[in-house]
C-alpha cells in the first residue's frame, strides 16, 4: 500500500511506527503471559486480570494504528 499510494516519508513513518508499537507490544504481551504461565500455572484470579491488562494494552494500539491508518491513507483515497 505504500508503495502503491506513494505515501510522503511523514506518512510512510506514521504508518511504519504504528505497525512496529503493535508487533512490539504483541510480543511484551506474550512475554507476559509466558512468565505468569511459569510462576503461576494453576488459575488464578490475579493472572488473569495481568493477562487481560496486557491484551488490553494491545488492544488499545491496535485501535490507534487503526485510527492512523484512516488518517493517513483516507486523504490518498478520497
Known sequence: MIVFFKL????????LICCF???????????????C??????YDERVKFIKDISAGAVLILAILSVFVGILVYGKYVF
Open 8 to 15: 510522503n516519508t511523514t506518512d510512510v513513518a506514521l504508518i
Open 21 to 35: 508499537l503493535v508487533l512490539s507490544a504483541e510480543i511484551l504481551n506474550t512475554a507476559i503471559e509466558k512468565t
Open 37 to 42: 504461565d511459569i510462576i503461576q500455572p494453576e
